[in-house]
């Protein structure tokens, strides 16, 4: 997950102009929700059968938003990115954002899983998580260990290391072979559910969802289409039409075979959704997710994202919660989304903004 963004746009054109970028901050925390909503609905504390139809229908294909999360950081560090940045400074900035939150929340998984099964503790692992290689290694046990959310925070640290040389490429690219790249990026990502068909489940999962180079389609297709929307390029797709697709699309992709739901069955509405809200933020357009609430939540949802599941295992783990009603089930959801967004602000005010500041140096 990247930060909240302030910046000019990287070149001139219709759509290049210094302005902020507020409306992907308030969809990024939307994003976080349905991940929010699918480990919920996964951990299996809420008991009540209709409670659990109501989670499923609404949050199960919310592992999707993870790939909201790759797209929009490939946009983000392309849109803020700045001709002749040494790659030092990108890397510094990036592990100022993301490394404090990171150990803090390792920590606390860590203790937590000595405490619940100390048995089930393992050092390899969990050095691997620390590190923030744990995406590379096709173990459940060891990408999902730990902090399970963090393994996308593994692929994104290989999108970091990449993204000056990523830069340097897609700046240098015509403005006419713009849209043939991004075409290209989007067939790649189609084609991998294809071409992991023959493999077992766990090898096909692993390399279609976890993988970090199979993920980075996704971050580079959002460095080129943030290129074409600052080059006055884009196709003018509205961002109401954009949301309305991906909700559809969201919903489809349960019905879709093998691995094609994880990934494959939304890039082009998230793609498309991305792009026209950046557009409708550089031309002042009508957006419902520039709404201060949403950009404040939009603001802490990285410390969010990393708390979440934290929350719900304890909660799950320290209460007897076999007899909620329904009534109880859900109230005991929003009660989760309650705590978790408190210490995601607790998180993001005494961790994230103090250490950014401290790390980052100056500008």
Not at 6 to 22: K, M, Q, S, Y
Not at 277 to 300: C, F, M, N, Q, Y
């Amino acid at each position: 997950m990247s930060e909240r963004t302030a910046v000019g746009a990287p070149e001139r054109g219709p759509a290049a102009v210094f302005t902020r970028l507020p409306s992907l901050t308030g969809l990024r925390f939307a994003a976080a929700l349905l991940v929010f909503g699918f480990h919920v609905h996964a951990e299996n504390i809420v008991p009540d059968p209709t409670a659990r139809w109501l989670l499923a229908l609404v949050f199960g294909q919310g592992a999707v938003g993870v790939g909201f999360f790759f797209l929009l950081s490939g946009f983000v560090l392309f849109w803020s990115g700045k001709p002749g940045m040494p790659a030092r400074t990108v890397w510094r900035r990036r592990a100022a954002k993301i490394v404090p939150n990171h150990v803090v929340t390792w920590l606390i998984a860590l203790a937590g899983i000595i405490y619940a099964s100390p048995r089930g503790f393992n050092v390899a692992s969990s050095v691997v998580g620390l590190f923030l290689l744990q995406a590379w290694v096709p173990v459940q046990g060891v990408y999902f260990g730990g902090n399970t959310p963090a393994w996308s925070l593994s692929c994104e640290a290989a999108f970091y290391f990449a993204f000056p040389l990523l830069y340097f490429w897609i700046r240098r690219l015509s403005e006419r072979h713009l849209w043939p790249v991004a075409i290209a990026l989007v067939a790649m990502v189609l084609l991998v559910p294809v071409l992991v068909l023959p493999l077992p489940t766990s090898t096909a999962y692993w390399l279609s969802y976890v993988f970090p180079v199979t993920r980075a389609l996704e971050f580079a297709l959002g460095m080129v289409l943030a290129r074409i929307v600052a080059s006055g390029r884009w196709i003018r797709v509205g961002l109401l039409p954009s949301m309305l697709l991906c909700v559809l699309a969201y919903w489809l992709c349960a019905y879709l075979p093998g691995m094609f739901g994880n990934v494959a069955g939304t890039v082009i509405p998230i793609a498309l959704l991305v792009a026209a809200a950046a557009v409708a933020d550089t031309e002042g357009r009508w957006s419902p997710w520039r709404h201060p609430v949403l950009v404040w939540l939009g603001d802490i949802s990285f410390a969010f994202y990393l708390l979440h599941q934290i929350v719900i295992r304890l909660v799950g783990k320290a209460f007897h919660l076999g007899s909620l009603s329904t009534v109880g089930s859900l109230g005991l959801t929003a009660g989760l989304l309650v705590v978790t967004v408190v210490a995601a602000w607790l998180l993001y005010n005494t961790v994230e903004l103090p250490m950014m500041r401290l790390l980052r140096g100056r500008r």
